[in-house]
């Protein structure tokens, strides 16, 4: 899809330095699911160092990130098409969002593509648990999607099936050394901001030091989520997801 005419002169002249926090949610398995093949912390440790050795190395700029934060940029070879990342072998891009609650939308957004594509396959009987942390942002370059000349093409950047508008835009970004886009939610109601960063240099810290549980769960009447020892939460009927192509027919009741 072919961007504006003014995309490249708005690359270098609006943009600004970003200063600030976003979250990411992960399943809350990834504390623990070591825990479960060794009888102690010693044994977990090195069980971990041996399953490091078995993965990508990571770039050099995201030496002495914590894994959370470098996942994304290490795996070179990406399966299928994101937002702001094309299928193949592309750079990485970390996806996070202003809000905690936005971040377990999106996660839900993506567990639903799943059982679109797996109609025989059951809901599970219990809510399953899931990690939003933290992740502070020091991005020098950073353009915002919602902010002028940028919001005039809108109807590119919210697309919610076609991404090759938003894939292309990454691509010129990166290449004028854009480190972090900020963006409007699609999947989320209330519309709050994401982030795409593209450089791992962009990080302002070198490991998560906050994070929430969150409870999530699915059946015929949507999705709902519950923040533990917190005031998050939220429901959100079949219809808030159906306006995706993918997920509108999808079975809900099974």
Request: glycine share 6%; charged share 25%.
């Amino acid at each position: 899809m072919a961007l504006p005419i003014w995309t490249q002169d708005a690359l270098r002249s609006d943009r600004s330095p970003f200063k600030g926090v976003f979250w990411r949610c992960v399943e809350a398995q990834h504390l623990v699911s070591t825990l479960a093949l060794v009888d102690t912390l010693e044994e977990q440790r090195l069980l971990e160092d041996i399953l490091e050795e078995t993965k990508p190395p990571a770039p050099p700029e995201c030496e002495g990130l914590h894994y959370l934060y470098m996942t994304p940029f290490r795996y070179g070879l990406y399966p299928s098409g994101s937002r702001f990342r094309r299928a193949g072998k592309t750079p990485g891009v970390f996806y996070a969002s202003v809000a905690p609650q936005t971040a377990v939308i999106e996660t839900a957004f993506h567990i639903l593509l799943f059982y679109a594509d797996s109609a025989a396959t059951p809901f599970p009987a219990n809510p399953n648990e899931y990690t939003p942390f933290d992740v502070p942002l020091g991005a020098k370059a950073a353009i915002d999607l919602t902010s002028a000349p940028f919001n005039a093409a809108s109807d590119l950047w919210t697309e919610l099936n076609d991404y090759s508008g938003c894939q292309a835009l990454e691509e010129k970004a990166r290449g004028e050394g854009v480190d972090l886009i900020i963006y409007q939610s699609v999947r989320d109601p209330e519309r709050r901001m994401n982030g795409a960063l593209l450089d791992c240099r962009g990080f302002a810290a070198k490991k998560p030091k906050r994070h929430q549980s969150w409870k999530l769960w699915f059946n015929a009447a949507g999705a709902h989520a519950i923040e533990e020892f917190g005031e998050g939460r939220f429901s959100m009927a079949p219809e808030a997801f159906g306006k995706d192509q993918r997920i509108a027919g999808m079975a809900w009741d099974r």
